[in-house]
């Protein structure tokens, strides 16, 4: 075999192999990625059951309810349109609590139940996810315009 083949046949698997690579880190990434939705566009079945996502809102005032026996908490995540409830096994954050913004991740069941992994509280008194803003500032121009008619 003359070395100039040699050298293409090189090339060639080289290039299998950084593509292979590629392949498997696309592959890993998709699997990870969980977007974030309002509990409006996921009751508007933006959502199918089953897909892991982050559900982004406020936790509504007087709707958290910890088992007395257990770690199970349920509570209702809202964005002033729609309301979704979510059951949590688990700790939550120090910083949660009604009527501050929370980002859950976890799956939709058929039952209509969010069920979370994960829990985060929001950090500051400023801090609200960017999803939440849009849907509520959504829900205050529908609310405006309604009024006006």
Same mark, same amino acid.
């Given at each position: 075999?003359?070395?100039?083949?040699k050298r293409i046949i090189f090339a060639v698997?080289?290039?299998?192999?950084?593509? @292979? $690579?590629?392949?498997?880190?696309?592959?890993?990434?998709?699997?990870?990625? $969980?977007?974030?939705?309002?509990?409006?566009?996921?009751? &508007?079945?933006?959502?199918?059951?089953?897909? !892991?996502?982050?559900? &982004?809102?406020? %936790?509504?005032?007087?709707?958290?309810?910890? &088992?007395?026996?257990?770690?199970?908490?349920?509570?209702?995540? !809202?964005?002033? @349109?729609?309301?979704?409830?979510?059951?949590?096994?688990?700790?939550?954050?120090?910083?949660?609590?009604?009527?501050?913004? !929370?980002? @859950?991740?976890?799956?939709?069941?058929?039952?209509?139940?969010?069920? $979370?992994?994960?829990?985060?509280?929001?950090?500051?008194?400023?801090?609200?996810?960017?999803? %939440?803003?849009?849907?509520?500032? &959504?829900?205050?121009?529908?609310?405006?315009?309604?009024?006006?008619?």
């Amino acid at each position: 075999m003359k070395p100039r083949h040699k050298r293409i046949i090189f090339a060639v698997i080289g290039l299998i192999g950084v593509v @292979a $690579a590629s392949a498997l880190v696309i592959t890993a990434f998709r699997s990870n990625i $969980a977007y974030s939705f309002s509990p409006s566009k996921v009751l &508007a079945g933006e959502v199918s059951v089953g897909q !892991t996502f982050r559900l &982004a809102g406020m %936790v509504r005032e007087g709707s958290l309810k910890k &088992a007395p026996d257990s770690l199970e908490t349920k509570f209702v995540v !809202t964005d002033n @349109a729609k309301d979704l409830t979510v059951s949590y096994t688990g700790i939550l954050p120090d910083l949660f609590k009604e009527g501050q913004g !929370t980002v @859950a991740k976890g799956k939709m069941r058929e039952d209509g139940v969010f069920y $979370a992994e994960e829990v985060l509280a929001k950090h500051d008194e400023s801090y609200m996810p960017p999803e %939440v803003t849009e849907a509520m500032q &959504a829900v205050d121009v529908d609310k405006a315009s309604q009024s006006v008619k």
